[in-house]
């Protein structure tokens, strides 16, 4: 089995803890902010559509609906920034070797 081919952000990441704990930070709290009340902001527009039909396309139900959508894909995005700055660091601290002094 061959190891997996780490790409150069990945490595970027590893060498500059400090600054992939920060974005860690950051990904977790824009994740946060992109998914808070997701679900029950699609329960709301997926019944308000199937209770109003076409007037709520009129009143711009789908287009809510697409925003809906591009928020969840957003979150998914900055999760995945957080799970991947997660990872350069633990990778780091399993197998961090501490530096010979000459």
């Known amino acids: 089995m061959t190891a997996p081919v780490q790409t150069p952000f990945f490595r970027w990441?590893?060498?500059?803890?400090?600054c992939t704990f920060g974005l860690m930070g950051l990904g977790f709290v824009m994740f946060g902010a992109a998914s808070l009340n997701l679900v029950q902001l699609f329960t709301a527009n997926l019944g308000f559509l199937a209770e109003h039909g076409l007037d709520a396309v009129r009143e711009?139900?789908?287009r809510q609906l697409a925003e809906?959508?591009?928020s969840a894909y957003l979150a998914v995005a900055f999760y995945l920034l957080f799970k991947t700055c997660e990872l350069a660091l633990v990778q780091r601290l399993a197998h961090?070797?501490?530096?010979?002094?000459?």
């Open 60 to 62: 711009g139900a789908l």
């Open 96 to 102: 961090h070797q501490p530096r010979k002094d000459s």
């Open 13 to 18: 990441l590893q060498q500059h803890w400090l």
């Open 68 to 70: 809906l959508v591009f």
